[in-house]
């Protein structure tokens, strides 16, 4: 069975084009999303996962309409191949149920993995020249210790949490999350 996936990213675009595009290509069932494609939550995307048995293609119209990220797809694609089916982009002519396209894609995924280890490398390399320089990453502290002090002496003297937060210019959450340190 052809099951074809169509994804656009807002009620403005129009699927017709991709779905014109499967049907044309033999899919007998076509899921649609309207979401972004970096969306976690694709619920047609499921259902057309769920409903490949062994032997079945899913169909989509390029891959960019599947995955945002060459990640996102090679997870899909061994998602699919776990099914026994085949993944099939007709713009890309990618068809992993030929052993050139299999290829191809598992070097795309090989790709992938390599950049993400340099990207990690080059990530802690980074931090690591920051902490030898003396600067650490992170969000500025929202209170200095003068300020600490400050709100104690508003509180001790009679003033709400509340009232001291305000004069410190933090929010009550803020303050309590100080004084408890």
Same mark, same amino acid.
């Given at each position: 069975? #052809? ?12 699927? =017709? ?7 044309? =290509? +033999? ?5 649609? =999303? ?5 969306s976690a939550t694709r619920p047609e995307l499921a259902r057309a996962l769920d409903m490949l048995r062994p ?9 960019? #309409? ?25 713009t890309d002519r990618i068809d992993t149920s030929s052993a050139g396209s299999r290829l191809l894609f598992r070097?795309? $995924? ?27 990453? $992170? #969000? ?25 937060? +305000?004069?410190? +210019? ?6 309590? #999350?100080?004084?408890?340190?």
């Amino acid at each position: 069975m #052809r099951i074809g996936y169509v994804q656009v990213s807002t009620t403005d675009q129009s699927p =017709d084009l991709q779905s014109q595009a499967l049907a044309a =290509d +033999g899919c007998e069932r076509i899921f649609c =999303d309207i979401a972004s494609g970096t969306s976690a939550t694709r619920p047609e995307l499921a259902r057309a996962l769920d409903m490949l048995r062994p032997g079945d293609h899913l169909v989509v119209w390029k891959l960019d #309409r599947l995955g945002r990220s060459l990640p996102d797809l090679i997870q899909l694609g061994a998602q699919i191949e776990a099914k026994g089916a085949d993944l099939v982009s007709l713009t890309d002519r990618i068809d992993t149920s030929s052993a050139g396209s299999r290829l191809l894609f598992r070097l795309l $995924g090989a790709i992938s993995d390599f950049e993400r280890s340099l990207v990690r490398e080059r990530t802690l390399a980074g931090l690591a020249e920051a902490r030898r320089k003396g600067r650490t990453g $992170g #969000r500025p502290k929202a209170m200095t210790d003068k300020d600490l002090a400050a709100a104690r002496a508003l509180i001790v003297g009679g003033h709400s949490v509340r009232e001291a937060a +305000g004069r410190i +210019g933090v929010s009550v959450p803020t303050l309590y #999350r100080y004084l408890r340190q």
